[in-house]
């Protein structure tokens, strides 16, 4: 991949702790990675609560919370996931993320460094 690595490893670490703090007690969370093309595609997956389709998009808004619950549990203040997102588009990426009932997964796709041919 190209870019900042600091800034690439603090994508990873928000996500990383979020589908931690998030998980299901004893629950698994679980990453993949892959190369599609002149992409880098990681999915961050974890059991828990599914986060309702119309809240998807505003996960990564600034210091939004989806309850009163998840917000006590974890003592955060909403940025983490806005953070990436700013750090992963300023890179030429995407992230979004997927609920399905049992499983939240995040999806996250950065360029890879380009070659001389």
């Given at each position: 991949m190209r870019g900042d690595p600091d800034k690439l490893a603090r994508v990873f670490d928000n996500v990383?702790?979020?589908?931690?703090?998030?998980?299901?007690?004893g629950g698994r969370v679980d990453i993949e990675a892959r190369r599609s093309g002149t992409w880098a595609e990681v999915a961050i997956r974890n059991e828990g609560l599914e986060i309702p389709e119309q809240e998807l998009s505003n996960i990564f808004q600034k210091f939004y919370r989806l309850d009163q619950a998840r917000s006590t549990r974890t003592g955060?203040?909403?940025?983490?996931?806005?953070?990436?997102?700013?750090?992963?588009?300023?890179?030429?990426?995407?992230?979004?993320?997927?609920?399905?009932?049992?499983?939240?997964?995040?999806?996250?796709?950065?360029?890879?460094?380009?070659t001389a041919a």
């Open positions: 990383l702790r979020n589908a931690v703090n998030y998980s299901s007690p955060g203040a909403g940025l983490g996931l806005a953070i990436a997102r700013e750090i992963v588009e300023r890179h030429g990426g995407t992230i979004r993320a997927e609920s399905n009932g049992k499983y939240t997964s995040f999806l996250i796709r950065l360029p890879l460094a380009l």
